[in-house]
């Protein structure tokens, strides 16, 4: 699955995109944050308050429970406000 950063989780992250490959088990996008968590210090820093993080999967904001598969792009992203 193709994963991609943005704004100052990209800069934490140190990437704006990266394929992974999670295992198995990782069936959501709460799973999937706790395993890229586990990644590096970078990613458990961007990750680690996600009442400030947003995700979309295929280009859709969803919520933590939400089912992803091999194929998917999810997105990171700090909230977005309009101006």
């Given amino acids: 699955m ?5 704004a100052w989780l990209r800069a934490k992250v140190g990437m704006g995109e990266e394929r992974v490959v999670p295992p198995a088990e990782v069936v959501t996008t709460g799973q999937l944050v706790e395993w ?6 970078g990613h458990a820093q961007a990750l680690a308050d996600l009442k400030v993080v947003r995700v979309a999967v295929n280009q859709d904001y969803v919520g933590w429970d939400h089912p992803i598969k091999p194929g ?12």
């Fill in 2 to 6: 193709n994963v991609l950063y943005f």
């Fill in 36 to 41: 890229l968590k586990a990644r590096s210090d």
């Fill in 72 to 83: 998917d792009e999810i997105a990171f992203f700090p909230p977005v406000t309009g101006g």
